[in-house]
């Protein structure tokens, strides 16, 4: 999950080269709230977004194939495949998020620094590689 890197309006450019401030513990309980990727034919129901019910039942599974209970894994794993969760992005696109409410409800919420601007932080490049070869591709969609 990523923060707000200390913007406070909209950059110009990528969500991937301005948001590369993540929570310092990678096991933060943030980062351990899992997004899943089902294959719908064999979900009984979604209980919440982060998590579903199984037919006959099967389990989710990390990507080490290990079984999860629930909507938090025991450890953060993203050696095979990652989700990159930009949570706030600027303060201002984080107030306007936070107006609209959740999904699954329209109360809107208390605004707290400390969703947008994490108090123990890390820089994390991981998509930096993909920056360059990605504008390209935009560029290409939009002349």
């Known amino acids: 999950m990523y923060d707000s890197n200390g913007h406070i ?31 719908p034919r064999k979900v009984k129901k979604c209980q919440q977004p982060h998590y579903c019910a199984y037919m006959n039942n099967q389990k989710a599974v990390n990507e080490n194939l290990i079984p999860i209970d629930g909507p938090f894994t025991e450890k953060n794993s993203v050696k095979k495949i990652r989700i990159n969760h930009y ?9 306007a998020k936070i107006n609209r409410g959740t999904a699954t409800q329209h109360d809107t919420r208390p605004i707290r620094e400390e969703e947008y601007n994490f108090p123990e932080t890390k820089q994390d490049f991981i998509m930096e590689k993909y920056v360059i070869k990605l504008k390209s591709l935009l560029h290409e969609w939009t002349v």
């Open 9 to 39: 309006k909209k950059p110009d450019g990528l969500v991937i080269e301005n948001y590369t401030r993540t929570y310092k513990d990678s096991n933060d309980w943030h980062n351990i709230h899992i997004k899943s990727i089902v294959n």
């Open 87 to 95: 949570y706030s992005k600027s303060k201002n696109e984080y107030i």
